[in-house]
């Protein structure tokens, strides 16, 4: 899918987000929390997925030393299955090596066998599990990639990049 567009989510898209987060899961972040996050600095980065001039999708980051945090990631349901989420993936990665990151991590619902697939496509591996995690009761699974700056895992995101077209 061409034409898709990553660019920094600003204030204005938040009404867009908070409906996005409705959709996709089933405890979703406040429009205080999404503030919260777009405004907290340079820990974070939050990128949305624009296609023909539509908001189909979002990534937040948040930094830590050497890590990245892939805190959220959602895209429209009409829209995934084509890519939206790799892209954003890609250009978060991209964004975190810049940063000094070199690996990356993630909470993920047990039951979004969709979301575990695609992370691990990005060599993110289930490392453990955290009881309860979310609110109503959900355990998560905890993904890591380690050394993402290393050739195997580069050769990995080519892939991919070349698979989006």
């Known amino acids: 899918m061409s034409g898709i567009e990553i660019l920094p989510l600003v204030k204005r898209d938040l009404k867009r987000i908070v409906e996005i987060e409705k959709e996709s899961f089933p405890e979703p972040w406040s429009m205080t929390v ?3 996050e777009i405004e907290a600095g340079e820990s974070r980065r939050y990128t949305k997925a624009v296609l ?8 937040g980051l948040m930094f830590v030393d050497d890590e990245v945090h892939i805190n959220t990631l959602a895209v429209v349901a009409e829209h995934r ?3 939206i989420a790799s892209r954003l993936l890609l250009d978060g990665i991209d964004a975190g090596l810049d940063r000094g990151a070199r690996h990356a991590t993630l909470e993920v619902a047990v039951s ?4 575990q697939a695609l992370y691990r496509s990005f060599g993110l ?3 453990g599990l955290r009881r309860g995690y979310y609110a109503k009761g959900e355990d998560a699974i905890v993904m890591w990639a380690r050394d993402l700056d290393a050739p195997q895992e580069v050769t990995r995101r080519t892939a991919i990049k070349e698979s989006l077209g």
């Open 34 to 36: 999404l503030r919260s």
């Open 52 to 59: 023909d001039g539509e908001l189909v999708g979002y990534l």
């Open 81 to 83: 299955q084509h890519g």
């Open 112 to 115: 979004n066998a969709a979301a």
């Open 125 to 127: 591996a289930p490392v």
